[in-house]
């Protein structure tokens, strides 16, 4: 085995990888031998055919299969030893490879391309200059804040008459053009009828102001045009509802009304735990924190954009591109043209430029992310999970098995790698670059984000 390298500039070379008869033989004779003691054949007691009927229908898809475990391993290990920081994968080249002949050759070599990662230099420093937007926490938007918690914290409570916005349970009879039952027509007891997504205004206005206990004469179909939707309602199969007239007596049995919670110490420990917030004030104070956090999250993150941006287009460095499309077309066979290529490629690599300078400056200034640091990181991401469904108070044993079952999944702990990285960059960022603090409007913040 010999594996030798031909630089052909900065950015491409060229590695070739003898293997000699004495490298697979062994490997191969012993899987010939394995086949022969189970191979049956017409004629032959079990493992008693002759070796070279198993060498003639064996040897070359083992050799090849071997050659292959051969090259793949060395040059892994050869990439390796050697410390070259290449893009994408090795490919055989076109021009010096020649086709091997398994069936006389003992000997073979195969080429491959390869494309090195540039060496370049990242610089931030003070003369760096971004914005750096943060949200304006006025009284309006703690109001709407504060009522988006009342409403998360009501309940349904029963009212006798029908508004815009209730559920109506009703029983439901069909009738026919006369007015009258219809025979074999379609019957309920307990249907649930939400008002707010009636779509004929006719039907909702007259809906709207009833009271339990009213019987009305409507057209279902009007009012609910979806037959998946009509099906629920009339807990009847969608086939059977399908292109016939739907004028149904509807009966009032009760209304129900999401009603918000009031501002008061109920609400507080429903929302942030029993006592964790005594006044109004604390309240609306809790608000303002968790808003000024939930926006630093994306201030961050557009500062970081506004970073990348301007590494970019500064740290200047070439790519071997045209190893670069050649990889991405033969990886992605069948999966993309070349007409796609082209349209897409500068967004690959404007991408791997990114993420080329990002791991410069991870070397440069010695950003580690930590286990721990990590699985803090699960946690925090599965109590906002949990708040979500308004549990606030998941003891410290069972967050610990949460976050440990979320980390065995490779993705989800791939994942948080990344986000840990990204923040210890953007502190940096944060620590070495010139900021300008801008406060905006939620609004205006928002729109911060729409083209991305």
């Not at 050869?78 to 055989?92: F, H, Q, R, T, V």
């Not at 760096?128 to 998360?152: F, H």
């Not at 005594?278 to 956090?293: G, H, L, N, Q, T």
Request: charged content about 40%; glycine content about 4%; hydrophobic content about 35%.
């Amino acid at each position: 085995m010999n594996i030798t390298r031909e630089t052909k500039d900065d950015l491409n070379a060229i590695i070739k990888v003898e293997v000699k008869k004495e490298d697979y033989e062994q490997q191969v004779n012993e899987k010939l031998k394995e086949y022969k003691k189970n191979a049956r054949f017409d004629g032959f007691r079990p493992g008693m055919a002759p070796m070279g009927l198993i060498r003639r229908l064996y040897r070359k898809p083992l050799l090849l299969e071997e050659i292959n475990r051969i090259v793949s391993e060395s040059l892994t290990r050869y990439i390796k030893d050697e410390e070259l920081n290449i893009l994408g994968e090795p490919l055989p080249n076109k021009e010096l490879q020649e086709t091997p002949d398994f069936d006389n050759q003992e000997d073979f070599e195969f080429v491959f391309d390869i494309a090195i990662a540039p060496d370049f230099e990242v610089n931030i420093s003070k003369r760096d200059k971004l914005p750096y937007y943060e949200i304006d926490v006025d009284d309006e938007m703690l109001d709407k804040y504060a009522d988006s918690y009342a409403n998360r914290f009501g309940e349904s409570v029963e009212v006798q008459e029908v508004g815009d916005n209730d559920i109506i349970t009703a029983s439901l009879t069909q009738i026919s053009e006369n007015g009258e039952p219809a025979e074999g027509g379609i019957q309920t007891e307990d249907s649930t009828l939400s008002v707010s997504v009636i779509k004929d205004e006719d039907i909702k206005k007259e809906i709207a102001g009833s009271k339990t206990g009213d019987i009305l004469t409507i057209d279902l179909r009007k009012a609910y045009p979806n037959d998946t939707e009509l099906s629920k309602i009339l807990n009847t199969d969608k086939e059977k509802i399908e292109n016939i007239q739907l004028h149904f007596q509807l009966k009032i049995n009760s209304v129900s009304r999401w009603e918000k919670a009031e501002i008061n110490q109920e609400l507080f420990d429903k929302a942030f735990g029993e006592g964790k917030v005594k006044s109004e004030e604390e309240f609306r104070k809790r608000i303002a924190d968790e808003i000024s956090f939930h926006y630093s999250r994306q201030s961050d993150y557009k500062l970081l954009v506004d970073f990348r941006e301007k590494m970019i287009n500064k740290t200047k460095f070439d790519l071997p591109e045209d190893f670069l499309k050649r990889w991405l077309l033969e990886s992605n066979e069948k999966k993309i043209t070349e007409e796609q290529l082209e349209k897409e490629f500068p967004e690959f690599v404007k991408g791997l430029r990114w993420q080329l300078i990002q791991d410069k400056i991870i070397g440069k200034f010695g950003l580690k992310v930590e286990k721990e640091e990590v699985e803090d990181l699960a946690k925090e991401h599965l109590k906002m999970q949990f708040r979500q469904y308004g549990m606030t108070d998941i003891g410290d044993e069972h967050l610990d098995n949460y976050a440990a079952e979320m980390l065995k999944k490779e993705d989800e702990r791939r994942k948080l790698y990344e986000q840990k990285f990204q923040e210890k960059i953007i502190e940096l960022v944060k620590n070495s670059v010139n900021l300008n603090p801008k406060k905006l409007k939620e609004e205006e913040f928002a729109g911060l984000f729409r083209d991305e």
